[in-house]
């Protein structure tokens, strides 16, 4: 394996499902400015928000649910209305 390819500045952050609010603590090099305080342990780590994760995806969850992200649904139906007219 050649040296010196991999990260090596990894630190402890806290990913959060924006979708449904769900936390866990993993390791990232994923650089943030937002911090928060984890609830298992009360400390204060770095968080990277993300749209989806296995606690939300249909795929895991057996529910074919729909996500909708930034109002994309919206944006398409806005878009759409105005050709129909």
Avoid: W
Avoid at 7 to 17: A, C, I, L, Q, S
Avoid at 31 to 37: C, D, L, Q
Avoid at 52 to 57: A, G, L, M, P
Wanted: charged residues 30%; positive net charge.
């Amino acid at each position: 394996m050649k040296q010196g390819v991999h990260p090596t500045n990894y630190r402890t952050v806290v990913f959060k499902d924006m979708s449904n609010g769900h936390t866990f603590l993993s390791r990232s090099t994923t650089e943030t400015k937002e911090t928060i305080v984890f609830e298992e342990d009360g400390q204060e780590y770095p968080v990277i928000k993300l749209e989806i994760s296995n606690t939300s995806h249909p795929f895991y969850t057996g529910k074919n649910v729909l996500v909708d992200t930034a109002g994309r649904i919206d944006k398409f139906k806005k878009r759409y209305e105005k050709k129909a007219k």
